[in-house]
């Protein structure tokens, strides 16, 4: 492998200050400070310690962006419109082919990170609304919210049934359990009669990668700025 380069303190500054992060913030007491009365003092540090474990997990989604957005801007000619499988890369030149693996890379790691973010959210919800729920799933939460708090649940659900959502959940199990979008190639699965279907996996490019993150990005912050008290 050839040594690629990485993005140098201006350019980090660069793509930070134009990054969707500017502006937002939150603090491991957002959760539980204006709402001492409704929860357990007990929960208080438990809260405190999500939180916490929130802010670490953002910054990896931060410094993950930065350098997804680096690669992504240094250039990936991968565009697919009127092309078959067999020249998605035919205007690459060998620079390019870094470039996407880096950008490859780094966006999967923001799709690691960016669940992650979300599962701590509904370990939050857990502990504020007492759900009792031992296996915590985002989803899985926000729908146990309907009837305990009818606001919530109705604001969180906007964002689980937006497209881009189920967009980036079907990206990143993809990336875990199945062929990975973001390489061009053959699929075999068995359907529900036993029958054995081949098929080309639908590859992803780039730029479409890249908007469904910067979407994403914007319904994480809103579910983060719901739930603060």
């Not at 969707?20 to 929860?39: D, E, K, Q, R, W």
């Not at 669940?115 to 009792?132: A, D, P, R, T």
Request: proline letters at 3%; aromatic letters at 16%; charged letters at 25%.
């Amino acid at each position: 492998m050839k040594y690629i380069r990485y993005p140098n303190e201006e350019e980090w500054k660069n793509i930070f200050n134009s990054s969707p992060f500017v502006g937002f913030s939150f603090s491991s007491s957002s959760f539980y400070n204006n709402n001492l009365n409704a929860i357990d003092i007990f929960d208080s540090p438990i809260i405190n310690s999500y939180g916490l474990l929130l802010i670490q997990r953002f910054r990896s989604l931060v410094e993950s962006y930065i350098l997804l957005t680096y690669y992504y801007q240094l250039g990936i000619p991968d565009e697919t419109e009127k092309r078959n499988n067999n020249e998605i890369f035919k205007d690459f030149e060998p620079h390019h082919f870094g470039n996407k693996e880096k950008f490859d890379y780094y966006s999967d790691v923001f799709y690691f990170k960016v669940f992650s973010c979300w599962e701590v959210v509904g370990h939050i919800l857990n502990i504020q609304y007492n759900l009792k729920i031992k296996q915590i799933e985002f989803k899985k939460v926000v729908r146990q919210l309907k009837g305990k708090d009818d606001d919530m649940f109705l604001k969180l659900s906007e964002i689980i049934s937006n497209f881009e959502f189920i967009n980036a959940n079907t990206y990143r199990n993809h990336i875990t359990h199945n062929y990975s979008p973001n390489m061009p190639g053959l699929v075999r699965r068995i359907d529900e009669n036993g029958v054995v279907i081949e098929y080309v996996q639908e590859y992803f490019s780039s730029s479409v990668v890249y908007e469904n993150i910067k979407s994403v990005l914007e319904l994480l912050k809103r579910s983060i700025e719901v739930i603060k008290n």
